[in-house]
């Protein structure tokens, strides 16, 4: 194993990143970065990316999960995000 770098936990407990890493990662500031603990127990550290719809769709199957029913149309999904709005800011 070869290390790459050291970095030191601030008294505000942040971190800097450095630069060999960021290039490695292929991130710049404002990127998001995910901390993965791995089956043996590892830390790793990876660039956050979206998920696909084609991951979401792998991880419901892995999961067991199994849609029941007919699709949502777009005009279903428009007003269940209103309502959920309207319930989410209601009296303020």
């Not at 790459?4 to 942040?14: D, F, P, T, V």
């Not at 990316?49 to 699709?71: C, E, Y």
């Not at 995000?81 to 309207?86: E, M, S, T, V």
């Amino acid at each position: 194993m070869e290390v790459l770098a050291r970095s030191r936990l601030s008294s505000k407990e942040q971190l800097s990143l450095p630069a060999i890493i960021r290039r490695m990662l292929g991130i710049q500031a404002g990127d998001e970065i995910v901390w993965v603990k791995d089956e043996a127990g590892r830390v790793r550290v990876e660039p956050a990316r979206a998920k696909s719809l084609a991951d979401l769709r792998t991880n419901l199957a892995a999961s067991g999960f199994h849609f029941q029913g007919k699709p949502a149309t777009d005009a279903d999904m428009k007003k269940s995000i209103a309502d959920l709005a309207r319930k989410k800011h209601a009296g303020r």
